[in-house]
């Protein structure tokens, strides 16, 4: 709408312009005529005969023309050769500077250039050339006066008897001058109210512009941030990847030895259990073959030696992968494996156990990189997902797990926050 509303104001600005410029460019042909008559008159003064104008507007009107003139001043040689000259142009038209070129051409004079300029305008300001001219009689008889001065021949017309001649009315085409300065005064109002509709969208998209720049900004610093917090993660991904490749052996030799003393910590204590056992306990079978009172003694001593074996027994540790959607830890191992490993797991009678997050740094760093995959179904904390800027996990309470169909499933949450 708005760019129909400015198109519009440019066309009638225009139209407008073009008006104006043509009401201030060429004359209406009543002006042009006139404007010949104005210099007329002023020639007829400088060469010495002419009279003031008030007399001929007296006496024709304001609105006189070359032919009341020619009756007015008669046959003057002089006269007559100007009015020949000018004449000839009647039926030309233009501008002011034209018209005044005009009555040079016929009468070359500095100082009546500026007179007949003046008077021109002064006329056109008031007159739109339209009105009805006055004309000299077509028909007339007159009485005329000779009289004879220094042997020259003059003729006057002294009175004038009849006139029949009617007035004329000019019709030009120029009526349509109060239609165009209307429509230049509209195309300069509309002009003037497309500019400040121009100039009030102008500022409402410097603003919207400006706004737009602002979200720009901000949107760009914030992929900034995220692009940083990416390749954080990823150099820190690397650089565990890296640290992981050799002491990965070292690692599993480690866990191995540690299984191998477990095992071998294990055997004896079943031989010190088991065998010293069936020595110690020979002995009393003898005595109570023999003896009868002593059986009870060897039944009551029997059970002391069996429970601290099932309430002391040898813990074992297994190693976790992340768990399932079922909450099943998907993988278990004796010993630690890198990238796969998240958990630690401690369980005395292989049924159940708690587990806590590995405190190894490749672990954790693995964690932290994925913790919706890793650590949220596993453990609970506050902003359990949010680890960015966080190097190390803290396991506030321990979890727990019971072994069920093979699978050690998570019956309790560990509580877990972030550093």
């Excluded at 004449?87 to 038209?93: D, F, K, R, W």
């Excluded at 400006?210 to 650089?239: F, P, S, V, W, Y």
């Excluded at 156990?353 to 919706?372: C, D, H, R, W, Y």
Aim: proline content about 3%.
């Amino acid at each position: 709408m708005k760019k129909i509303l400015v198109f519009l104001v440019c066309l009638l600005t225009t139209a407008g312009t073009m008006s104006i410029k043509a009401q201030d460019g060429n004359l209406s042909q009543g002006q042009w005529q006139h404007g010949l008559a104005i210099g007329a008159q002023w020639i007829a003064i400088d060469l010495g005969f002419g009279k003031n104008e008030s007399e001929i507007i007296k006496k024709y009107g304001d609105n006189y023309t070359l032919e009341d003139l020619k009756a007015f001043y008669g046959s003057k040689a002089k006269w007559v050769a100007c009015y020949d000259k000018l004449n000839a142009h009647m039926s030309e038209t233009g501008n002011t500077d034209k018209l005044v070129a005009t009555v040079m051409e016929a009468h070359n004079n500095a100082y009546i250039k500026s007179k007949v300029k003046n008077d021109v305008e002064k006329y056109n300001g008031s007159h739109t050339g339209n009105e009805v001219q006055s004309t000299a009689p077509a028909s007339t008889t007159t009485s005329t006066t000779t009289s004879t001065t220094g042997g020259t021949t003059n003729v006057v017309a002294a009175s004038d008897t009849t006139k029949t001649a009617a007035p004329s009315t000019e019709n030009e085409g120029h009526s349509g001058h109060g239609f165009l300065y209307f429509l230049s005064l509209v195309g300069l109002a509309l002009g003037g109210l497309g500019t400040f509709l121009a100039m009030q969208a102008r500022k409402e998209n410097q603003l919207i512009m400006r706004d737009a720049n602002d979200d720009i900004k901000n949107l760009q610093k914030q992929i900034d941030k995220l692009r940083a917090n990416m390749k954080g993660q990823e150099e820190a991904h690397r650089t565990a990847v890296r640290r992981d490749n050799k002491p990965e052996q070292k690692n599993s030799n480690d866990n191995l030895a540690q299984a191998k003393k477990i095992d071998f910590d294990s055997k004896p204590a079943d031989k010190n259990s088991n065998k010293p056992a069936e020595k110690k306990a020979e002995p009393k079978r003898e005595e109570v073959k023999k003896e009868e009172p002593k059986k009870e003694e060897v039944k009551k001593e029997e059970p002391k030696k069996e429970e601290p074996q099932a309430a002391f027994g040898e813990p074992r540790i297994l190693f976790m992968a992340k768990p399932d959607e079922n909450d099943n830890f998907s993988r278990s191992a004796s010993a630690y494996e890198p990238g796969n490993s998240i958990f630690e797991l401690t369980t005395m009678d292989g049924k159940s156990g708690s587990f806590t997050v590995i405190s190894k740094s490749e672990a954790q760093k693995l964690a932290l990189l994925m913790p919706g995959d890793t650590l949220a179904r596993a453990c609970s904390g506050n902003n359990i997902q949010s680890t960015a800027g966080k190097t190390k996990i803290v396991t506030d309470r321990a979890g727990r797990a019971q072994l069920e169909n093979g699978k050690w499933h998570i019956v309790m949450k560990a509580t877990v926050h972030y550093v």
